[in-house]
């Protein structure tokens, strides 16, 4: 079928062609926010196989005391060991189009199909990004306005009857700092992605009104929440990447809060575009995009020491 269709305007009389406007109007579409917390790992690249491996090592056993005897050995400790790999694998969608389609347009055809695939491959590598940050063994599920329960084997157990507020919040940031001891992701903050449900969650939280009338008065104007007990809030407002209807009745707005080193990618190729040969002289065309790249979670565990990610989420 043609990708052009005229009609009349009208059955008898003067046929005319209405003008178009200069502007030609672009979908929206969602932000991205996971991928820019992704640096890929060093040392990898092109030439390099199909996965790489990353060497982790534990925490050393603190001792009750390190002082020793004029003539004791000094005691010897141990150290472990463990490997986690990524494989790459190919990433690729395209558009086609036709010359008769691309010679008809008032528009440049092929710089529109272009941003709209820019758009396209900047969703998917994000959506890809925050289902690695949902591996997470650590899940952090609110079950009460004043209770929450942490699963530690990577499957939520419990259902969620409440959405996250302030006390949920406090008891992630003081689970993260003295049960897991995360590293911070910059300076003394962790970061905290979330579903607008949840930020929703906190700004309905009369404790959190309360402080923000003196410590930032301009809040709830700009709709932000901000940073919290050292974590750094910001709002992901694609569903794709974090559900704003989990739990029961879809009470819960999905979220993760996590430190330093959680997820990284390997990338054999970087993203990019590429335009097909032109086929049956020229009349078929397509533009499309492709990579070779994969990511992956750091530390797979739910290790004091280790683990650096608590995904907020329910059953």
Same mark, same amino acid.
């Given at each position: ?138 899940? @952090?599920?609110?079950? $009460?306005?004043? #209770?929450? !329960? +942490?699963?530690?084997?990577?499957? %939520?157990?419990?259902? /969620?009857? &409440? ?91 999905? @979220?993760?809060?996590? $430190?330093?080193? #959680?997820? !990284? +990618?390997?990338?054999?190729?970087? %993203?990019?575009?590429? /335009?097909? &040969? ?38």
């Amino acid at each position: 079928m043609s990708m052009h269709s005229w009609a009349y305007d009208q059955p008898t009389g003067v046929y005319k062609n209405h003008a178009l406007s200069s502007d030609i109007r672009m979908a929206a579409v969602a932000e991205s926010c996971f991928s820019m917390f992704v640096s890929a790992e060093a040392g990898y690249g092109k030439g390099k196989g199909e996965n790489v491996t990353i060497t982790r090592i534990s925490n050393v056993e603190e001792p009750t005391q390190g002082r020793i005897t004029e003539l004791q050995d000094i005691p010897e400790d141990v150290f472990s060991l463990s490997t986690t790999s990524i494989t790459v694998t190919e990433w690729g969608r395209s558009l086609p189009f036709t010359s008769f389609a691309a010679d008809l347009a008032f528009f440049d055809l092929k710089s529109k199909i272009q941003a709209k695939l820019k758009d396209q491959m900047r969703l998917t590598m994000d959506r890809a990004a925050a289902a690695a940050y949902k591996t997470a063994k650590v899940k @952090a599920i609110p079950d $009460g306005v004043a #209770s929450i !329960t +942490m699963d530690t084997d990577g499957t %939520p157990s419990t259902a /969620a009857t &409440v959405n996250a507020n302030l006390y949920h919040v406090e008891q992630i940031r003081d689970y993260m700092k003295t049960t897991l001891h995360v590293p911070a992701y910059e300076g003394d903050n962790y970061i905290c992605l979330a579903s607008t449900k949840f930020l929703r969650g906190i700004k309905n939280d009369p404790k959190w009104e309360m402080w923000k009338i003196h410590t930032d008065p301009e809040a709830k104007f700009k709709g932000e929440v901000g940073r919290i007990e050292g974590i750094v809030f910001k709002e992901v407002s694609n569903t794709n990447c974090l559900s704003g209807a989990k739990g029961t009745g879809g009470v819960l707005g999905e @979220a993760v809060v996590f $430190g330093a080193d #959680s997820v !990284t +990618m390997a990338v054999a190729l970087d %993203p990019e575009l590429r /335009a097909e &040969v032109p086929r049956n002289f020229g009349r078929f065309q397509s533009v499309a995009w492709y990579a070779i790249m994969e990511y992956g979670i750091v530390w797979d565990t739910a290790n004091d020491g280790e683990a650096r990610i608590v995904h907020v989420t329910s059953s």
